[in-house]
């Protein structure tokens, strides 16, 4: 492998995030600085998509998500949230009739929040906010919003459902927490993407890096959102970077949450090898993202089909079962990347 310096992962939640703590592990092994961690330099541009205003706070549930876990202080049981949280304040909130009884903010994970809104109301941008917070949590890597301004993931739903008619937008976060994507859905809407411009930092990190990663998250609703940014698609699409993907589909199921109800509303089949079409083949007519896609070994039968479409494809072992499992299939998306 050529030597690395740079490497750059476009990233959503659960997924994006373990996958990152796993290439992190790698990379700490792999191009030791001799002070514990990694001469090579990661940038993480997080989806912001999710982001909402709730009881007067700013919350960025992907951003904590991804800090939280290369911090430390993720709760590993749900993927999401601090660990050893307690709910008191939630629960008088709700005792006001207020916030959402189906999104319920934990008392540690509310002090991010409330430090956060303090920072952006004294007039910080969301890169300056999240770096602050970082400083505390020192997640080995350099996190950076898709964007400063705010950009909403909205769900145009498609059957009435308690006080929505068919047709309402409603914010992806409820549609995905409290429907469990079990509502019908018709199409997802960015609000505010207009208007919305890459932060600083994510256009260079994406044209300057030696590899660029989309990791196992959800390729519509988070790596899509990214994408959706202007000018970030075409970053990705003229940088010199090997790009390659991992694949967050498994035998023809989501590897975690419901990515398969977000594929099927754009009309991409639930599979490895659809998901990876979906991003298509960065050097063709049809100016696609990746160079390379990792397959789970269940879907081995997908690599020469992806060969043909222009994408050169590995079956590996997928599972993120643990911090070394996922180091592993890091090192398997740099081989690739430099094949």
Same mark, same amino acid.
């Given at each position: 492998?050529?030597?690395?310096?740079?490497?750059?992962?476009?990233?959503? *939640?659960?997924?994006?995030?373990?996958?990152?703590?796993?290439?992190?592990?790698?990379?700490? %092994?792999?191009?030791?600085?001799?002070?514990? *961690? @990694?001469? #090579?330099?990661?940038?993480?541009v997080v989806n912001t998509g999710d982001d909402m205003t709730l009881n007067g706070l700013r919350v960025c549930p992907d951003l904590d998500t991804v800090m939280y876990t290369l911090g430390g202080g993720?709760?590993?049981? !749900?993927g999401w949230g601090r660990d050893d949280e307690s709910r008191r304040v939630s629960g008088e909130i709700a005792a006001y009739g207020r916030g959402w009884d189906w999104?319920?903010?934990?008392?540690?994970?509310?002090?991010?929040?409330?430090?956060?809104? =303090?920072?952006?109301? %004294?007039?910080a941008t969301l890169s300056e906010a999240t770096e602050?917070?970082?400083?505390?949590?020192?997640?080995?890597?350099?996190?950076?919003?898709? @964007?400063?301004?705010?950009?909403?993931? !909205? #769900?145009?739903?498609? =059957?009435?459902? %308690?006080? &929505?008619?068919?047709?309402?937008?409603? &914010?992806f976060e409820e549609w995905w927490v409290r429907y469990r994507?079990? #509502?019908?859905?018709?199409?997802? #809407? !960015?609000?505010?993407?207009? !208007?919305?411009?890459?932060?600083?930092?994510?256009?260079?990190a994406i044209l300057d890096a030696d590899v660029v990663i989309l990791p196992p998250s959800n390729p519509v609703v988070s790596v899509g959102t990214i994408l959706n940014v202007p000018g970030i698609r075409d970053a990705v699409r003229q940088t010199a970077a090997h790009v390659v993907g991992v694949s967050p589909i498994i035998g023809g199921a989501a590897v975690r949450g419901m990515a398969d109800a977000c594929?099927?509303?754009?009309?991409? =089949?639930?599979?490895?090898? *659809?998901?990876?079409?979906?991003?298509?083949?960065?050097?063709?007519?049809?100016?696609?993202?990746?160079? *390379?896609?990792?397959?789970? =070994?269940? %879907?081995?039968?997908?690599?020469? &089909?992806?060969?043909?479409?222009?994408i050169r494809a590995r079956a590996v072992p997928l599972w993120m079962r643990d911090v070394p499992a996922t180091a592993r299939m890091a090192a398997d998306a740099l081989e690739l990347a430099f094949e």
């Open positions: 492998m050529s030597e690395l310096q740079r490497v750059t992962v476009l990233a959503g *939640g659960v997924g994006g995030a373990r996958f990152t703590r796993g290439l992190l592990a790698h990379l700490e %092994d792999a191009y030791p600085d001799g002070t514990g *961690g @990694s001469r #090579v330099a990661v940038t993480v993720i709760s590993e049981e !749900q999104f319920t903010l934990g008392d540690l994970d509310l002090g991010t929040h409330i430090v956060r809104t =303090e920072l952006l109301r %004294d007039g602050y917070l970082c400083r505390r949590w020192k997640p080995a890597a350099r996190l950076l919003p898709m @964007s400063d301004q705010p950009v909403e993931t !909205q #769900v145009r739903v498609g =059957e009435a459902v %308690d006080e &929505h008619p068919a047709g309402a937008l409603i &914010h994507a079990h #509502v019908p859905a018709t199409e997802f #809407v !960015q609000r505010g993407l207009e !208007q919305a411009t890459a932060a600083p930092g994510v256009i260079e594929l099927t509303v754009i009309g991409v =089949e639930t599979s490895a090898q *659809g998901v990876g079409l979906h991003y298509g083949a960065r050097r063709t007519k049809s100016a696609g993202l990746i160079d *390379g896609w990792l397959v789970d =070994e269940t %879907d081995a039968d997908a690599v020469p &089909h992806l060969a043909e479409a222009g």
